[in-house]
């Protein structure tokens, strides 16, 4: 049972019960529960035994089994011998041939007890781009559309899905009673899954409970994520934002009003908002969404509006500018200031010939006659 858990041919396994479980995937425009993201209700999927790409011939889908187990094989499915099971007979012959297992968007389920879904299940174990040989490997390919899950496999995840469940409802409990931390989990819900529900305006502690309550039993794993994320606070700041148009989202791609350098990717526009360097544009985020809530004064920016502003400058660059422009005035005036003093300095030493004769003071000296 372990070897085939782990991905490898299971050989000559006559007991058990196996499930045919779908893979579902969402996708840009459908949730994975979507009826027509997977397979539309009705439709069936229908798998050969497939040819090797190397040589064109049918590949072998009971390879694992030693020569008695293909006899018992023939003999329970009523042929003459093992040859009869020969993937190398002529066409006509070829018991292989146009033996198809059909799947529906249910999937399907095995008895390996019996001798007809024992050769189903070989035929899909060899089918290894659209089965995959596990749950846990579903996703190993994106080619995958289902899983062969044994009974005790499915026991497994089921119980690890309880205990999920169990853990998320207890976490549930703590946060029941805080409309807050419920709506910033459903913000943070709705702006990471294309299936989230965006929220009213004003909704009720019991609208919240519902919904949370509905993710939990739906998705308890991803509730814990979400909840246990350390950049929870940030997420929620970023989708309320949005809201009101103080972060414009244009695909993967999110930038803060006004701050061109902001531009970047959810993760990256996270780690923005913490750098404590722009610590005055999340302060100034979180009050204007308080604002917002409290007073509903914020209102989303108009088409004209976004518009002039990305026409700006970024602001540091703006302000880098200024910064030159006064670093070159206050040279020029500081030199201003010295060539001033300067020639200051030069009129006091350069004397006025009749000035120094008027200022010299009077007396007796040599060749001065008193009357």
Same mark, same amino acid.
């Given at each position: ?5 782990? #991905? ?10 196996? %499930?045919? /479980? ?16 997977? /397979?539309?209700?009705?439709? %069936? ?44 007979? !002529? +066409? ?49 390919? *994106? ?26 409802? /207890? ?28 929220? !009213?305006?004003?909704? $009720?502690?019991?609208?919240?409970? $519902? ?28 989708? %309320?934002?949005?809201?009101? *148009? ?21 993760? #990256?526009?996270? +780690? ?19 604002? +917002?809530? @409290? ?15 990305? %026409? ?32 200051? @300095? ?6 006025? !010939? ?8 009077? *007396?007796? *000296? ?6």
């Amino acid at each position: 049972m372990e070897t085939f858990v782990k #991905g490898l041919n299971v050989g000559y396994l006559r007991t058990g019960k196996v %499930k045919v /479980m779908p893979v579902r995937r969402s996708s840009d425009w459908l949730p994975e529960n979507s009826d027509s993201a997977f /397979m539309n209700t009705g439709a %069936k999927r229908e798998y050969v035994t497939p040819r090797s790409q190397r040589s064109g011939t049918i590949v072998d889908p009971l390879r694992g089994l030693t020569e008695e187990q293909k006899a018992r094989v023939a003999k329970e499915l009523g042929l003459k011998d093992v040859d009869a099971l020969n993937v190398m007979k !002529p +066409h006509k012959e070829n018991f292989w041939i146009n033996k198809a297992v059909q799947i529906d968007k249910n999937g399907l389920f095995l008895d390996l007890s019996n001798i007809n879904d024992f050769i189903n299940f070989k035929i899909l174990e060899v089918n290894t781009d659209e089965i995959a040989p596990s749950w846990e490997e579903r996703y190993n390919k *994106g080619t995958y559309k289902f899983a062969l899950v044994f009974e005790d496999e499915e026991a497994k995840l089921q119980n690890t899905r309880i205990d999920t469940k169990k853990e998320a409802w /207890m976490l549930f409990g703590k946060i029941d009673g805080s409309a807050k931390k419920l709506s910033d989990f459903l913000w943070i819900y709705y702006l990471t899954n294309k299936d989230g529900k965006r929220l !009213p305006n004003n909704p $009720s502690l019991e609208y919240l409970k $519902s919904e949370v309550g509905r993710i939990i039993e739906e998705r308890p794993g991803e509730f814990m994520s979400i909840l246990s994320d350390p950049n929870f606070e940030t997420k929620a700041l970023v989708q %309320k934002a949005i809201n009101i *148009g103080l972060v414009q989202r244009d695909g993967q791609m999110f930038r803060v009003f006004g701050e061109a350098s902001s531009s970047n990717t959810l993760e #990256g526009l996270i +780690h923005y908002l913490l750098d404590e360097r722009n610590n005055n544009i999340r302060i100034s985020l979180i009050g204007k969404i308080e604002d +917002h809530e @409290n007073l509903g004064v914020i209102k989303k920016p108009t088409e004209e509006e976004v518009k002039a502003v990305q %026409k700006e400058p970024d602001v540091t660059d703006k302000i880098d500018k200024l910064e030159s422009m006064l670093k070159q005035a206050l040279e020029k005036n500081s030199l201003l200031e010295s060539e001033i003093l300067a020639l200051k @300095n030069s009129d006091n030493v350069k004397e006025n !010939p009749e000035q120094k004769e008027q200022e010299k003071p009077k *007396g007796r *000296g040599k060749g001065n006659k008193t009357e």
